[in-house]
């Protein structure tokens, strides 16, 4: 390092910009099957070194391969591959209403699919996610009905939040799916905080957290580390590193550690780093974890490398700050596609069925969109009730909520 | 029956957008999910979708047409064997396709819209402004723009820094061109950490900069105020007047449009609370511009806070070298009589348009815009009071402990004996910020209340 004479500030920069070739040669990725599996109790200083490098299941070829591979059913898999193409086939349907005028607001998942399917399949019911805006797949793969979701999303008549909240912070107690905050961090530390009353009581219910790469600078990702680590609380720490803060890249938030995995280390929890386009790996780390968490075992960090390959939100334009064709490059592929050649390779699934499936699967899309459009939308039919605006600001309302109401002619 | 097909909102608080190009022409067939046209809006471009089959009989708006509003009808879809002539007659569709939903607000022809449009009658001529000054038209976010930048020009100190601001040009392109003229040095991308980035600020205050600290919104801050309540508004004290924080937090505040409960939040009382802050709230773009100058020379730390939904509205501004207006001194909006109002940031948008129709019914009411929080400026508003007798507050924050309670106090106990009758408050609803329009409507302030306060007072 040169001596110089007067500081300079440093500032992280992507290694391309919009007009510029993507390149994502910076991403090491190991062979699939390469990485090792400990054993789910295995002391956590003896796997510093998952926490630098990426869990994958399915090889080139679409074949399951090494010691994560197995842990999931036949029939499983392809309710997984189903789970996904609902999911991106709700986005599709409910960016095009975003489009439409029919919601001021979405999110959509796509190339991301995978992580919140996936995981969902490895907790139990009782089993409690603080999710994010990018884990709907949690509600798809858990039952929670897709007209609800509309509804919340069109903020109707029928939207079990009551018009409250904004499009897809859905919020679904019995299907151990969290309110989701709109400022980000909050719930990273809050399902540490869950974790520890359940083992406080002597439950059996873990908890996940999760939380972006961008997010993982907020103070609370930091203090939730600290009490998981201090306190061993049964909860799974996911991180979706989707490389995308909206238009600052992962780099401003991970600065000089290696990883976002790495994070974990300093804490003494285990760090697993997980192909987030790879079904079969993220459930297989999940359902790791999960075992660890229920023995136990305490925390488990998992940063899941997944692209953004749609944009922030439909208030956003990724085409001012990356490559349009970045998410092409993106060397993990699509979690869809790499799923389906899967299940062809082993003679589960064909072109043709996967042609049926999505049929299908459309159809239920699209029959619980005409249902929830029949209870409203943004802007046409039935409207959230103005009377209950004034309800569950306190467990019993106060007089003066009362008067206001009254006030307001409701 | 012909489908208009309307000009969406493709962002929350998108009122009108450019329509930059049409994909498709009159005569071709369109699917539901095909996308027909482009818009371009103060955030980014945006694809518009056909949300019916059918043929495009009629295109209403011209490509490169900017200024359309939102729901205005932009083309004609016609389903089969229909023609564009049937087009032409077809109704507006937006009534029939209302049904009336008996408990909605929608049906309370009291209530007003939320977000009045910025007025067109003049603002009464600040005396900080030279007469015979040259004016332009200019948005507030253009005003906060140019404020930053002439202070960054003038002060190598000065820097920006925030989610967002410099490659993005801030998520609601405030610090647009910033990083262009600026460079990556003193327009800074921050990781997601408001109580990182404020302490940060706060420490390169003390080392003797002048951070602007931009908080995507003020509801973000929340994670923050610890170091600027604790660390910022409280070192210069306790440091035995050693070392202070000249630092402006600025960002916007307040309820935007369908952002619901965590983001919808006015904080002018929260940071008014807290000694040695100076908390800032402008309406006009000539304030925005006059009073950031201000902040950004300030040796106190300052919490500047904006509103998403006036950045794009546009005012006034003296063409000057050097426009800067002092902090603590409200402006009378409009000279009156009858009555006062007192309002301060959005909460203007309702009293000038509540003046606007009270003057209709020959009440000829004072309005007062406070501009800044703290110091407040309550001489000016109680020599109106002295004058008219009687006062009414609007703001859009919480009706407890609120900007309006306290003028109401102070005037109380300062000029008691020159009202005529008790000071009435104008709040938001003692609620949650909902996400749903009409519930969103029914809990902010509306022009409605405000007319019918102020006739109240005046015993109307």
Avoid at chain 1, 140 to 147: D, E, F, H, L, T
């Amino acid at each position: 390092m040169p001596m110089n004479d007067r500081l300079s500030l440093h500032v992280p920069e992507p290694e391309v910009r919009p007009g510029d070739k993507p390149d994502f040669s910076r991403v090491e990725i190991p062979e699939a099957g390469s990485v090792r599996r400990p054993p789910e109790d295995a002391e956590a200083e003896s796997m510093r070194d998952l926490a630098y490098s990426i869990i994958r299941v399915m090889n080139r070829d679409g074949e399951a391969v090494g010691p994560w591979a197995g842990s999931l059913s036949d029939d499983e898999i392809i309710e997984g591959l189903r789970h996904m193409m609902t999911l991106r086939a709700f986005d599709q349907r409910m960016l095009m209403a975003q489009r439409q005028g029919k919601t001021s607001f979405y999110m959509q998942h796509l190339g991301e699919e995978a992580i919140s399917c996936a995981f969902q399949k490895a907790l139990k019911p009782g089993d409690m996610n603080f999710p994010t805006y990018r884990q709907a797949g949690l509600l798809i793969a858990g039952g929670y009905p897709m007209v609800d979701m509309m509804n919340q999303i069109y903020s109707n008549d029928a939207d079990p939040l009551k018009g409250r909240q904004l499009p897809v912070l859905y919020s679904a107690r019995s299907h151990g799916f969290f309110s989701v905050s709109g400022n980000l961090g909050t719930q990273y530390i809050q399902a540490v905080g869950w974790a520890m009353a359940s083992a406080i009581r002597q439950g059996t219910e873990i908890s996940a957290a999760w939380i972006g790469d961008g997010s993982t600078a907020a103070s609370d990702f930091h203090a939730a580390l600290v009490f998981a680590s201090t306190y061993r609380a049964p909860v799974i720490l996911n991180i979706v590193n989707n490389q995308w803060a909206i238009s600052t890249f992962q780099g401003i938030a991970r600065g000089g550690s290696g990883t976002f995995a790495a994070r974990g280390l300093g804490f003494g929890i285990p760090a697993l780093r997980v192909d987030g386009n790879d079904y079969l790996a993220v459930h297989a780390v999940s359902q790791w974890a999960a075992n660890r968490a229920r023995r136990n075992g305490g925390p488990t960090l998992i940063e899941h490398v997944t692209y953004r390959a749609g944009a922030h939100s439909t208030s956003d334009d990724p085409s001012a700050y990356r490559p349009k064709e970045e998410s092409n490059a993106w060397p993990l592929g699509d979690p869809v596609l790499r799923l389906k050649n899967h299940l062809t390779l082993r003679g589960l699934w064909s072109e043709e069925r996967h042609r049926q499936a999505e049929a299908e699967i459309r159809a239920e899309v699209i029959a619980a969109q005409k249902e929830a459009e029949r209870h409203g939308t943004l802007h046409a039919g039935g409207k959230p009730s103005a009377r209950d605006m004034f309800e569950d600001v306190y467990a019993e309302m106060p007089a003066h909520l009362k008067r206001q109401r009254q006030q307001a002619g409701v | 029956m012909p489908i208009d097909i309307l000009m969406p909102a493709l962002s929350p608080t998108m009122e009108e957008g450019k329509l930059s190009k049409w994909l498709k022409n009159e005569g071709d067939a369109v699917k539901a999910g095909d996308v027909i046209a482009e818009i371009e809006t103060d955030k980014a471009t945006m694809e518009v979708e056909a949300v019916d089959e059918g043929t495009i009989g009629k295109l209403l708006v011209a490509a490169g047409t900017e200024g359309v509003k939102v729901n205005t009808p932009i083309a004609v879809l016609l389903q089969e064997g229909e023609s564009a002539d049937a087009a032409a007659k077809a109704p507006a569709p937006a009534a029939a396709q209302q049904p009336a939903a008996a408990e909605t607000v929608s049906a309370q022809p009291q209530i007003a819209q939320p977000v009045p449009a910025a007025p067109k009658s003049e603002p009464a001529a600040d005396p900080d402004i030279p007469a015979g000054t040259e004016m332009v038209t200019m948005t507030v976010r253009e005003a906060l723009r140019d404020a930053m930048a002439e202070e960054m020009r003038a002060n190598d100190d000065v820097f920006i820094m925030g989610e967002e601001v410099a490659e993005y040009q801030g998520a609601y392109k405030i610090t647009q061109g910033l990083l262009q003229e600026f460079g990556a040095r003193r327009v800074v991308d921050t990781p997601i950490t408001e109580h990182g980035f404020a302490g940060i600020g706060v420490g390169a205050a003390m080392a003797g900069l002048r951070p602007i600290v931009e908080f995507m919104t003020f509801n973000f801050a929340m994670q923050a105020i610890d170091q600027i309540i604790n660390s910022a508004a409280k070192t210069l004290y306790m440091s035995g007047g050693q070392m202070g924080a000249p630092i402006v937090f600025r960002g916007p505040n307040g309820a935007a449009a369908r952002v619901a409960a965590q983001h919808s939040q006015d904080y002018a009382a929260w940071y008014s609370h807290i000694p040695g802050l100076k908390v800032i709230q402008p309406y006009t773009a000539a304030d925005a511009k006059g009073l950031l100058k201000a902040a950004i020379r300030d040796p106190n730390p300052i919490i500047f806070l904006e509103n998403e939904i006036l950045y794009g509205q546009s005012f006034e501004v003296p063409k000057m070298d050097d426009f800067v207006l002092p902090i603590g001194k409200a402006r009378i909006h409009r000279k009156g009589n009858d009555a006062t109002i007192v309002s301060f940031g959005i909460g203007m948008t309702y009293a000038v348009k509540a003046a606007d129709e009270l003057a209709k019914e020959g009440i000829d009411v004072e309005v007062i815009d406070l501009r800044t929080i703290r110091p407040m400026d309550l001489p000016t508003v109680i020599e109106s009071v002295k004058k008219t007798g009687r006062l009414v507050t609007v703001e859009e924050g919480y009706p407890q402990s609120s900007v309006g309670t306290e003028i109401a106090t102070r005037v109380m106990q300062q000029a008691f004996d020159y009202l005529d009758a008790p000071i009435l408050t104008i709040a938001g609803k003692d609620v949650p910020m909902p996400y749903a329009a009409n519930l969103e409507k029914l809990a902010l302030p509306n022009v409605g209340e405000v007319v019918q306060a102020v006739k109240t007072v005046c015993y109307r």
